[in-house]
């Protein structure tokens, strides 16, 4: 059976589950006894806080003193601290008592309304309600005489499940024993998940499902699939180790340039979105951004943003990358990203309706808008921009977009390879524009004449197939003959065996969400230019692609 969560990193585990221990019993809302002043009782709260407040921050002081994963840890569990010397919330804990609440039932009451209002709030804030809970479970922990709750004693290595973690269970994990973590609660903002990344813990959280895990039974952990495998068949062990192995040698390289194993070049870029993930472009050692969609500026909105709003966002990421190449490519309205005041309404299908740069050009104030908003923002950083139509059609539109780009001062100004039709035309596309980066997602789609948003043709939807990677070769020989660069920037990038595949077409620089770089940068590093000419051989001759079932007519 598989479990289904949030991954944290890509990173493959296989050990015995080991539950964390039960919660502690909830204090009673019974009356205190009459012998016990309301003094006597806020004199233990009081030791009590502090004794938990000690004991964080003690923690939080033997974390900062250890590597780079447990140093964000150490100021995690200093904020945690001090939810036990906050004065407000001990206030309400004392009027509790005074009341004639036990120091137990005080103290579950005082830090629950505070973790209602984080949940209420949402969020990050939201998220923060596991940590105060812990607190709270510390000093109940502390008032009642037993041991805190937390990771339970092993002298072997074990999958920690737990509902949620506190952070300083996660600071203080022996990470020789905890092979992987799984919770089922806790997002990917929670700080289970932020240590675990920090940590390098492989870690799959907010799997509903991993409260039914029992103590002993084995599972697979895989977090670059978000998967949690239980009653493992031998098979899915053997390829959960191959993974491990992949996963550990791949993490190794990260931060050296992408290569083959000869060392020839293939610079391996990130997708991103929004400026913002910028971040985990960087932290996953891209080389650049090699597709930067524009259009989270433009959905859901009414109208487009004005050229300022445009330039600001542009400039935010290209700051990022000083010196380093960045594409971005203008607006893909049409087709499965409509948008209400560019795209047609009666359109029967879309996908070969009025999409991209049919869209832009219909709507000239758009696309110059956005050419106008790049140059800006080029001349205010010092990336290296790279711009891009997407779904140009043959050598007419790339040279149209290609002069019109320089117009506005652009240096680089180059085409998405998605429709055959570009491909068919390589050898005149490659003579009038910069570049061409191929989109392998749409390229299949119109190869295969398979919807790519429709269920029932999916199995279509694979750059395996050898027609695709033909097109793709086409694209390859002509920009390579006439000195025209071209990459993908497609999801097929991220498939490290395609990836070989790819390099061996002549594709000259790979872009993918970042999660997949380690793992292509390592599969490159395994093979010399002309073994992946070899492979691609293989691949163009359909060896390594599995037709429908349907075809084989059998007996
Ligand atoms: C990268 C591509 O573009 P999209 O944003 O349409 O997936 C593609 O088609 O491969």
Known sequence: MILKGVGIGRGVAVGPVLRMAEPLPEPKDEPRAASVSAEAENARVTKALAAV???L????????????GTKQAAEILQAVAMFASDPALAANIAKMVDDGKTGERAVLEGFGQVEEMFRQIGG????????LHDVGQRVIAELMGRPAPGVPQSETPFVLVAKDLSPADTASLDLDKTLAIVTSEGGPTSHTAILCRARGIVAVVSAAEAVDLTDGETVIVNAARGEVTTDPTDEQLAAAHDAKLRADKAKELRGQPGQLKDGHRIPLLANVGKPSDA???LEYGAEGVGLFRTEFLFIGNEEPPTVEEQTKAYAELLAQFPGKKVVIRLLDAGADKPLPFLTPEDEPNPALGLRGLRTLAQHKAVLEGQLKALAAADAQTDADLWVMAPMVADEWEAEYFTKLGKSFGLKFVGSMAEVPSIAVMADKVSQVTDFVSIGTNDLTQYTLAADRTLGSVSNYQTAWHPAVLRVIKMICE???????PVGVCGEAAADPDLAVVLAGLGVNSLS???????????ELAQHTLEEAQQIAAKALNGDFYNPPQWCELGE
């Open 478 to 484: 002509a920009g390579n003959k006439n000195g025209m």
């Open 124 to 131: 990050y804030q939201g998220e923060r309600a596991a940590d």
């Open 279 to 281: 971040k985990t472009a």
């Open 53 to 55: 407040n000690a004991d």
């Open 512 to 522: 993918m969400t970042p999660v997949a770089l380690d793992d292509v940068r390592a």
């Open 57 to 68: 921050n003690r923690r939080a002081q033997e974390a900062a003193n250890g590597d780079e």
